[in-house]
């Protein structure tokens, strides 16, 4: 009797301790309702009814929003004047580059431009490139921020190449391809004997100004080499003041854009003669780029773009027709509902 009771414990220790090492070996973790995504959680049922009644919600928010968009864009005026090609004399139409090169040759153009409709101001001034592509990578790379931003780094030109010092080894401030390839054409305008004034405050990104150019960073060095870029920098200002600079180091995503030149705080009226007085400086012609003058107005959308009321309009307009075409199906060829009980989450874990 004892010997069968001694038999039947060392049993059992035998059995404990197997079990115990197959708990430890095992990979499989301790359930809990975490590990075993178990936890309450909205699980919503798709009906035919909940999903017509979202898509049709959608499609009556969304439409509206699109034609108010697009309102809106079309009330933004307008003007566009290319006048890259307008602008080489006539008997250089055949070599622009030699025309562009020649520092003697006379870049002053003069341009008449008619106000289609009544522009209320402010009225934006921008200039446009076309294929023009800042988003390539040795361009964009071609900067140094910490020299932008702290005038005891003026000597940090890493990452500058080919613009960083000088031929005699001097720092170049600002370095880079982007600062040096600086935009240079101006623009003057007046209305009859009337000038409007370009006000070029402002023009640049209030975080830029304050956070990325230094108020103690002055120009030094730059386009002194025998090749200049683009335009010059008064070295008696600061960078954080030199908002042309800003504005053309934001670099742009597309080989197409425009950045803003200043604004006009004149109302110009339907068929008023503006005559813009313009330095066609900057060379596109040996990338066959454009070069574009436009002043626009703006609305609380800000300037024309259709794209975000066409997008609005189409995702709004296929979302009613999808409501429509499932309440057709659903009326055509109904499908019974399965009993939601039998759902996986609405299951009781036996033995747990």
């Excluded at 309450?40 to 929003?65: E, N």
Aim: proline share 5%; aromatic share 12%.
């Amino acid at each position: 009797m004892s010997s069968h009771a001694a038999g039947t414990s060392n049993g059992g220790s035998v059995d404990a301790a197997a079990a115990g090492a197959a708990r430890r070996n095992t990979r499989m973790p301790k359930y809990s309702k975490f590990t075993q995504q178990e936890l309450p959680a909205c699980k919503p049922i798709l009906t035919p009814k909940w999903v017509v009644s979202v898509f049709f919600i959608v499609g009556v928010i969304f439409v509206p929003i699109g034609v108010v968009s697009l309102l809106a864009a079309r009330d933004v005026v307008e003007i566009i004047d290319r006048y890259d090609e307008a602008c080489v004399p006539g008997n250089m139409t055949d070599n622009k580059l030699a025309y562009i090169q020649n520092e003697t040759i006379s870049k002053e153009c003069i341009r008449n431009l008619t106000v289609t409709k009544d522009m209320k101001q402010p009225i934006f001034v921008y200039y446009e490139l076309d294929n023009f592509y800042q988003n390539h990578r040795r361009y964009v790379k071609s900067r140094n921020d910490a020299q932008l931003r702290d005038k005891r780094k003026a000597n940090q030109t890493s990452a500058c190449e080919p613009e960083k010092t000088t031929a005699n080894g001097q720092p170049i401030v600002p370095c880079g391809l982007i600062a040096w390839s600086l935009f240079n054409d101006t623009y003057s305008f007046t209305r009859g004997k009337e000038n409007l004034t370009v006000n070029k405050k402002d023009i640049s990104w209030k975080s830029d100004r304050e956070h990325k150019f230094g108020k103690d960073v002055y120009p030094s060095n730059f386009q002194n080499g025998a090749l200049k870029g683009g335009a010059t920098l008064d070295p008696t200002v600061p960078l954080s003041e030199q908002e042309d600079l800003i504005v053309w180091m934001r670099t742009a995503a597309l080989p197409t854009f425009r950045k803003l030149y200043g604004r006009i705080y004149f109302d110009l009226k339907e068929n008023d003669t503006i005559t813009v007085r313009l330095n066609n400086n900057y060379n596109t012609y040996s990338f066959g780029g454009k070069k574009k003058l436009v002043l626009s107005t703006a609305t609380w959308l800000g300037g024309r773009n259709d794209f975000l009321g066409f997008a609005y309009l189409i995702v709004g307009g296929l979302c009613i027709f999808l409501a429509f075409a499932f309440t057709l199906l659903y009326f055509i060829k109904p499908r019974k509902l399965g009993d939601h009980n039998y759902l996986s989450w609405n299951r009781h874990p036996a033995g747990r």
